[in-house]
């Protein structure tokens, strides 16, 4: 496992759509272990592929529910909506403020290809849209109703 740099806001990696996976194999256990290390080294709530530059459909999400890798995740269901701060480890030093919906059903596969469902509310649900996002290329801050800087004691 190695700790990875996570890229910025205008990396180009960011803005792409990233790939479907198709091999569940070593080198996406190696990637998943370094995302999970990462996550937890930026005391981050999730993190996808592309932010480690990475153009795979892969991400892990850390929240009170548990610990969750997501491979191929797609959003096959959502309800109601959510309006609450977000921040991102790709866009240092920020928050805003962005809607969601409140719940929200996926469709996943594990590391090794099976098939999984997962509901997320509240907290949860906010953390599977933003990191699916950027899946497509799409960041908070697109999506933002306001954006704002973190006083500098808080940036991290
Ligand atoms: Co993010």
């Known amino acids: 496992m190695s700790l990875r740099y ?3 806001n205008g990396d180009a990696v960011l803005r792409e759509k990233c790939a479907e996976v198709t091999k569940f194999d070593k080198d996406l ?5 370094d995302m999970k290390e990462t996550v937890r080294a930026e005391n981050g709530a999730g993190l996808a592929a592309p932010q480690i530059g990475v153009s ?3 991400v892990v ?4 529910e548990g610990f969750f890798e997501l491979v191929n995740p797609v959003i096959i269901a959502q309800k109601g909506e959510q309006v609450g701060e977000e921040g991102c480890l790709s866009v ?3 928050q805003g403020v962005v809607r969601r919906p409140e719940k929200v059903k996926a469709e996943y596969r594990d590391r090794f290809g099976k098939k999984h469902k997962l509901t997320a509310e509240g907290f949860f649900a906010r953390a599977v849209c933003h990191e699916l996002d950027h899946l497509d290329g799409v960041l908070y801050i697109d999506k933002a109703d306001t954006v704002y800087d973190l006083p500098a004691e808080d940036k991290n």
């Open 56 to 58: 795979l459909r892969v």
């Open 6 to 8: 996570v890229v910025q």
């Open 29 to 33: 256990a190696a990637l998943l272990a």
């Open 61 to 64: 999400i850390d929240v009170a």
């Open 92 to 94: 240092k030093g920020k």
